[in-house]
């Protein structure tokens, strides 16, 4: 199975600043037929579902700020805030889909207002 | 609008058996598959499964093999979750999410979750 590391477990940062939130596989995710990595990322606010900002690990979602932005290949991946809000206090996960299943998930990363 | 519209709350005693149900629509069922996660109180995401509503495969976390099952019925857009012989630790949130129809795929769409309590 492919784990899935997240660094660092929480972080604080001040309003207006930049979160960077890290991810590493035990394990490539890249597929090398249409070199997309198959990583995505997710918020989770409490009491809410995930919701899905960033898949093939670089592509933002509908609707998802342009603030968030994710960037990485093969085995480490990166999640960037580049100027957080107040609406941005959440935990976050980063979650591989490649090839065969478990399709597994980070253990999460909080992120709180400094 | 796609929606994933999951039954509600459980409460289970230890040994007891629950079956989850995740009702879809907006899209074309058939056309995808049905991830299935769980999050026990104050923890992260769990991956538990998936079945494809495409052609029926599915693949399950080996540390719940033999425990879970994972169906569909078509014709009313439905996905459903068993658990079996439960305990204490199965207390989570069950999430439904949309996945891909045969392979592994992102969720971008995701059920409300349903609360499994498991106590005696």
């Known amino acids: 199975d492919i784990v899935m590391t997240q660094s660092p477990d929480s972080l604080a940062v001040s309003l207006g600043e930049r979160a960077t939130i890290y991810c590493k596989s035990s394990q490539t995710v890249l597929y090398s037929s249409n070199n997309k990595n198959s990583l995505a990322w997710y918020q989770q606010k409490p009491g809410q579902p995930p919701k899905l900002l960033i898949y093939w690990a670089s592509t933002r979602d509908s609707g998802v700020p342009d603030r968030f932005s994710g960037s990485g290949s093969g085995t480490d991946f990166t999640l960037t805030i580049s100027s957080l809000q107040a609406e941005d206090v959440a935990v976050y996960y980063c979650q591989q889909y490649y090839s065969t299943p478990p399709w597994t998930f980070g253990q999460g990363t909080k992120v709180e207002i400094k | 609008q796609v929606q994933l519209v999951q039954s509600g709350a459980e409460v289970k005693k230890p040994g007891a058996s629950v079956k989850v149900s995740c009702k879809a629509s907006g899209f074309s069922f058939t056309s995808y598959g049905v991830t299935w996660v769980r999050q026990a109180p104050g923890q992260g995401l769990e991956w538990m499964g998936w079945i494809s509503a495409y052609n029926g495969n599915t693949n399950y976390a080996q540390k719940l093999q033999g425990r879970v099952t994972m169906t569909t019925d078509t014709s009313t857009s439905t996905a459903y979750l068993e658990l079996r012989s439960l305990r204490s630790d199965d207390t989570a949130v069950y999430y439904c999410?949309?996945?891909?129809?045969?392979?592994?795929?992102?969720?971008?769409?995701w059920g409300q979750g349903t609360l499994v309590t498991v106590s005696s």
């Open positions: 999410a949309r996945g891909g129809p045969t392979s592994g795929s992102y969720s971008p769409y």
